[in-house]
């Protein structure tokens, strides 16, 4: 089945710095690849999703790129905010395990203002 | 347009008893998947349902299961509970197989 990988498990960014993500996955016919916000107590909250046939997506401050031959994909976030604070979770879905979601581990993203 | 909604919010049991968790579907999604999420870690895919049969199951032994209703609500059944049963049980609905999937609030289910 699908493992996904998620790296750095926390990271601390100053506000205004950018913040980097980045997941592995192993089933190369994984094609959907969602990132989601969970802050404390509350539910995941799609953020932004990149599907096989593209390479990168932007949506104001954040950014999905996909690389499928390297099998890994990265979330980016610009001029951060204390707001961004959170957890992160990358995951992956297609191909064998068409509407399983299978989620990293998650990274806590600390902004410091 | 109506998110997606589950309850209760949470609930105690002790082992070897039963739970129901109630997820309705956001407003024109077909598709709900359950999913388990310990502390600290990321969710865990337990099935999907999708015109009420069960479409894909992840690692979860059969003591877990699950119905999609008519109106694509959906109730996920754990039995004989054990300890390690404790933990937030999210629902998550989607218009299409294999389309962005949106999270309810989750059921905190804590096992004494």
């Known amino acids: 089945g699908e493992n996904v990988e998620q790296h750095p498990s926390t990271l601390s960014v100053q506000e205004g710095d950018s913040a980097v993500i980045k997941c592995t996955y192993s089933?190369?016919?994984?094609?959907?690849f969602p990132w989601y916000k969970q802050e404390l107590g509350k539910r995941p909250q799609l953020i932004i999703d990149?599907?096989?046939?593209?390479g990168e997506k932007k949506d104001q401050r954040i950014a999905v790129t996909l690389n499928k031959t390297a099998k890994h994909f990265s979330l980016h976030i610009t001029e951060t905010q204390p707001e961004d604070s959170a957890v992160y979770f990358c995951?992956?879905?297609?191909?064998?395990?068409?509407?399983?979601?299978?989620f990293g581990q998650g990274t806590i993203l600390t902004v410091h203002p | 347009e109506t998110g997606v909604t589950q309850s209760p919010t949470h609930l105690i049991k002790t082992r070897g008893q039963q739970v129901t968790l109630r997820c309705s579907s956001q407003?024109?999604?077909?598709?709900v998947s359950w999913y388990q999420q310990a502390l600290g870690q990321g969710p865990q895919f337990i099935f999907q349902?999708?015109?009420?049969?069960?479409?894909g199951r992840g690692n979860f032994p059969p003591r877990f299961s699950g119905l999609q209703f008519p109106n694509y609500s959906s109730e996920l059944n754990v039995n004989a509970l054990e300890l390690d049963d404790s933990a937030l049980y999210l629902c998550?609905?989607?218009?299409?197989?294999?389309?962005?999937?949106?999270f309810g609030d989750g059921t905190r289910l804590s096992i004494l």
């Open positions: 995951a992956a879905a297609g191909g064998t395990s068409y509407g399983k979601l299978t």
């Open positions: 089933d190369s016919a994984s094609n959907y």
């Open positions: 407003s024109g999604h077909n598709t």
């Open positions: 349902y999708y015109r009420e049969e069960e479409n």
């Open positions: 998550a609905s989607s218009s299409i197989q294999g389309g962005p999937q949106h």
């Open positions: 990149i599907r096989s046939n593209v």
